[in-house]
Nanobody, 126 residues
Framework: QVQLVESGGGLVQAGGSLRLSCAAS????????MAWFRQAPGKEREFVAG????????NYADSVEGRFTISRDIAKNTMYLQLSSLKPEDSAVYYC???????????????????WGQGTQVTVSS
């Protein structure tokens, strides 16, 4: 069992930056794949970025490639999402997620993720 807690959201102007954190407890993340998703009002939850914990291999949605960076601190069992060059359309609740243990999945299929945080709000003003 893994518990995930996000933090770092807030209000920022367009063009600004934020860093989101996802702190994990309960188990080490070494046997999981991890990801960030986001959900804007009235829209479906969408994949933002993924990370294979072992090896640090990353995967990004086209809409954020080159602007967002996913990373992790193994010692802290914490994942991060650096958001840069933010746009108003990036406004959403951002969730971190972990895949089934041992699958190492870090792609965009939401059904592959079984552990979720409570979300953190990011609002980008124009």
């Amino acid at each position: 069992q893994v518990q995930l807690v996000e933090s770092g959201g807030g209000l920022v102007q367009a063009g600004g930056s934020l860093r989101l954190s996802c702190a994990a407890s309960g188990r080490t993340l070494s046997t999981y794949g991890m990801a960030w998703f986001r959900q804007a009002p009235g829209k479906e939850r969408e994949f933002v970025a993924g990370l294979r914990w072992i090896g640090g291999i990353t995967n990004y949605a086209d809409s954020v490639e080159g602007r967002f960076t996913i990373s992790r601190d193994i010692a802290k069992n914490t994942m991060y999402l650096q958001l840069s060059s933010l746009k108003p359309e990036d406004s959403a609740v951002y969730y971190c997620a972990a895949s089934r243990v041992g699958t190492y999945y870090y792609g965009g299929r939401i059904s592959e993720y079984v552990y979720w945080g409570q979300g953190t709000q990011v609002t980008v003003s124009s």
